[in-house]
């Protein structure tokens, strides 16, 4: 198992354990676990569920969809800052290879 692996698997186990402390199933979390993707975004999770103690199914998956449209939303922001960057480039850098042109 690579690093990243394992700490995949033991943010995993966390989320699994805290979820079934409170009464829920291990099968839920795992699921919420897939769906979140990262280490990161299930320690989110996991945290959550320490400290807000949710007393439904209903909240559970709706923090953890919150957290992925959280997420989805940063991915976009950097995707178009990222975008933004090459056009700037493009701009700045075309506008120098006309200006060479001119005699």
């Not at 439904?56 to 969809?65: C, G, N, Q, R, Y």
């Not at 991915?75 to 056009?87: I, N, P, T, V």
Request: glycine share 2%.
């Amino acid at each position: 198992m690579t690093p990243s692996q394992r700490l995949w698997s033991r943010s995993r186990d966390d989320l699994v354990r805290e979820v079934t402390r409170l009464g829920f199933s291990a099968e839920l979390a795992e699921l919420m676990a897939r769906q979140l993707q990262s280490p990161k975004a299930i320690d989110r999770m996991t945290s959550y569920v320490r400290q807000a103690h949710p007393r439904s199914e209903e909240m559970l998956v709706d923090e953890m969809l919150s957290i992925c449209a959280e997420i989805e939303t940063w991915r976009e922001k950097k995707a178009s800052q990222e975008a933004q960057a090459r056009y700037n480039a493009m701009l700045y850098f075309g506008a120098l290879r006309d200006d060479e042109d001119d005699p």
